[in-house]
């Protein structure tokens, strides 16, 4: 409480960076806050003693009182006074400086677009250019994922292949053996046969 008490009694407020390690180098960005009002509540109508509280005061404040005493106190200011009346009366002026200064706000609003634009651009052409990295790599794979299915399918075949042929044979060998029952059988009947005619030729006795 007494910190925003005593802040507000001050109207200069000086800012630099420094190390948290004690650590001491000169840099170059210093800055200095100041509020216009609470100097402007803290020295309405009181002298003006210095350059600082001179351009504080021209700053800060619009009265005519305080302007004449502000003059008096430093000439060199009524100069800006009358640079700034001439102004202020010369309204084509004032609108034309206005105009330029849209004018170029327009100049650094397209450039400032035009630079998010090219950003954009680089960004988005960055991201195709890795999908279509990434897009060869899955092709890549896609590819050799196809030369194994082909390679494993014609495995297959190769198998289907001697699987047939092993048929074959063996049906080969069935009708073989089927040929051997066949004379087996006929040798058979004709012994048979020829055992028949001796017992028929001997009769027992």
Request: aromatic share 12%.
């Given at each position: 409480m007494v910190e925003m008490v005593m802040a507000s009694l001050l109207y200069i407020h000086r800012f630099s960076q420094k190390s948290d390690t004690g650590l001491s180098i000169e840099l170059l960005h210093n800055y200095i806050f100041i509020p216009l009002d609470i100097f402007r509540n803290k020295y309405q109508n009181k002298n003006i003693s210095t350059e600082l509280d001179a351009w504080l005061r021209f700053l800060s404040t619009d009265n005519p009182d305080e302007i004449m005493r502000l003059c008096d106190a430093f000439p060199s200011f009524r100069d800006l006074y009358k640079h700034i009346y001439e102004i202020c009366r010369n309204t084509e002026d004032v609108m034309g400086i206005f105009s330029e200064a849209l004018a170029e706000l327009d100049r650094n609003t397209v450039d400032y677009m035009i630079d998010n634009l090219k950003k954009e651009n680089v960004k988005l052409l960055g991201e195709y250019e890795q999908s279509l990295d990434e897009r060869k790599q899955l092709l890549v794979k896609y590819e050799q994922l196809l030369v194994e299915i082909k390679q494993s399918l014609d495995e297959k075949k190769q198998l289907l292949v001697?699987?047939?042929?092993?048929?074959?044979?063996?049906?080969?060998?069935?009708?073989?053996?089927?040929?051997?029952?066949?004379?087996?059988?006929?040798?058979?009947d004709t012994r048979e046969q020829q055992l028949q005619n001796k017992n028929q030729q001997h009769p027992a006795e």
């Open positions: 001697e699987y047939e042929q092993s048929l074959d044979e063996r049906e080969q060998l069935l009708v073989q053996y089927r040929q051997l029952l066949v004379e087996y059988k006929q040798i058979m």
